[in-house]
């Protein structure tokens, strides 16, 4: 006994055909019994176009689709069998190109990805958020920075444990120093460390010239902190944070620092992670200093530092180790963002030059002029 019903493709081409058929087919109801029951009669012209007489043992649970790799796998081990092994040979492609796709997809360590995390409402305009893939691992850091920042993150990672015995985790770091030398790198690399998403604040949008909308505004953010578990990174905070009673502020500003002062006293539910960066901390307030769990200052790194910073940066444009000796002495005073201004810029005209290596002597002239640039930023600032 033979039935009549949809055709299956046998080909690649026609299993493209087939989908594509497949999408645009009407919706029907199922196919009616006559004749006494042996034989079924489509209901529609999309399957009375597309039917083919086949074995009541190679029906299907339901319609296969392109999308189903095990129905794939069954018709290529069919066209084997068959002796079209051309097609078969097809099909196995397309299984197999199909998983690659899904094991490409999964995450590293088998560990699932974070729901990606988004400021809603007002705070839309208040915060950016991002989802960094940098790590400590990839900055060069002074060995006290990195064990202080090491232990910050086992914290979080192990905060359960900590609260268990009535202890919390770090949640509030203020790192101070100069300009460039890695303070915003570190919120990212935390951020990645902990595979949270990384809100950073835009102070110019807190600020509002109504009265007590910028308190207002702060409230907003720290509800945002005890809700959503993250890294929280406020630049340039002493543009928040000044001195009371400095005789050129406005006593908004004053009522401003009083807000911040009370909110950071509030608990943290989510032990999310506020990190706050100044390149001004003697202007600080004082009562901030104890709000905060650690507070870590940054410096321009010493030649060791300097050096592995521009080989990282020039990877394989980098030149023999006998040349660094002529391009140490272009290294001090500079930051490590300068640094990298550095190594890019030679690295970039390598590249346009079409040369393998970056010549020491290029290296040497971008630090240099490096050096005469950050010379006249910093000729009032006294370091």
């Not at 959503?228 to 006593?251: I, Q, S």
């Not at 009522?255 to 608990?267: G, H, Q, T």
């Not at 650690?294 to 030649?303: A, C, D, F, K, Q």
């Given at each position: ?319 023999d180790d006998r040349s660094w000796e002529s391009i ?20 970039k005209d390598a590249i346009l030059e079409g040369a ?14 490096r050096q005469t640039l950050s010379g006249k930023f ?6």
């Amino acid at each position: 006994m033979q039935h009549t019903c949809c055709c299956f493709p046998t080909s690649l081409l026609e299993a493209e055909a087939f989908q594509v058929n497949l999408d645009q087919r009407p919706r029907v109801n199922q196919c009616s019994i006559i004749g006494g029951g042996d034989r079924f009669r489509p209901q529609s012209a999309w399957r009375a176009k597309h039917r083919r007489t086949i074995r009541p043992s190679r029906l299907p649970p339901r319609v296969p689709t392109l999308k189903r790799t095990g129905w794939c796998e069954v018709n290529h081990y069919q066209e084997a069998r068959q002796g079209r092994a051309e097609e078969a040979d097809k099909l196995k492609r397309l299984v197999q190109k199909a998983r690659n796709q899904q094991r490409a997809a999964r995450p590293a360590g088998g560990q699932t990805p974070i729901p990606l995390a988004r400021p809603l409402g007002e705070l839309q305009g208040l915060v950016e958020n991002g989802y960094p893939k940098v790590t400590l691992a990839g900055m060069v850091l002074a060995d006290d920075i990195s064990t202080r920042l090491t232990r910050a993150v086992r914290e979080q990672q192990e905060r359960r444990t900590l609260r268990d015995h009535g202890r919390a985790p770090t949640t509030h770091i203020l790192l101070i120093g100069p300009p460039g030398t890695g303070k915003t790198m570190t919120a990212s690399a935390l951020a990645g460390e902990l595979r949270l998403p990384l809100f950073t604040v835009r102070l110019e949008a807190v600020f509002s010239r109504f009265f007590g909308e910028t308190a207002g505004k702060l409230r907003l953010l720290f509800d945002q902190i005890a809700q959503t578990r993250g890294v929280y990174l406020l630049d340039e905070f002493d543009a928040l944070g000044a001195r009371r009673g400095d005789p050129n502020d406005v006593g908004e500003i004053r009522r401003v620092l009083n807000s911040l002062l009370a909110f950071m006293e509030e608990p943290n539910t989510t032990d999310s992670l506020v990190l706050v960066a100044t390149n001004h901390v003697q202007i600080l307030d004082e009562a901030l200093a104890r709000r905060f769990d650690e507070v870590i200052e940054y410096g321009l790194p010493n030649l060791p530092e300097g050096r592995a910073i521009l080989e990282r940066r020039l990877g394989t444009f980098k030149f023999d180790d006998r040349s660094w000796e002529s391009i140490e002495p272009a290294l001090k005073g500079l930051s490590q963002a300068e640094l990298v201004r550095a190594a890019d810029a030679v690295v970039k005209d390598a590249i346009l030059e079409g040369a393998p290596k970056v010549s020491p002597e290029a290296l040497c002239d971008a630090l240099k002029n490096r050096q005469t640039l950050s010379g006249k930023f910093r000729r009032h600032s006294g370091r």
